[in-house]
């Protein structure tokens, strides 16, 4: 069985930085992709960021194109968010999930709380 744990999250200022951990554990972790997603208090769980496990191909919500980036050591086993220029609207839960085959993320880890105060 695979986790996930995230970490890295906090409270900081609008206009700040933090970067997301997630680590991998478990049996023998070769995802096909990763990515980070989000959920705000009374809003649905939306796409944030993906990389490729093989390539480190990249894909952003637009919402954050050009502010956050996503890369991941595969020695590590490790995906990382680093979120620069952040914003009020950027406060919610984030999860990390692994997909190893089909088209649904198929593990999650708990989520880290972040929060940009304004």
């Known amino acids: 069985q695979v986790q996930l744990v995230e970490s890295g999250g906090g409270l900081v200022q609008a206009g700040g930085s933090l970067r997301l951990s997630c680590a991998a554990s478990?049996?023998?972790?070769?995802?096909?992709?990763m990515a980070w997603f989000r959920q705000a208090p009374g809003k649905e769980r939306e796409f944030v960021a993906s990389i490729t496990w093989s390539y480190s191909s990249t894909n952003y919500a637009d919402s954050v194109k050009g502010r956050f980036t996503i890369s991941r050591d595969k020695e590590k086993y490790t995906m990382y968010l680093q979120m620069n220029n952040l914003k009020p609207e950027d406060t919610a839960v984030y999860y990390c999930a692994a997909r190893t085959s089909g088209y649904t993320y198929n593990y999650w880890g708990q989520g880290t709380q972040v929060t940009v105060s304004s």
């Open positions: 478990g049996r023998t972790f070769s995802p096909y992709d």
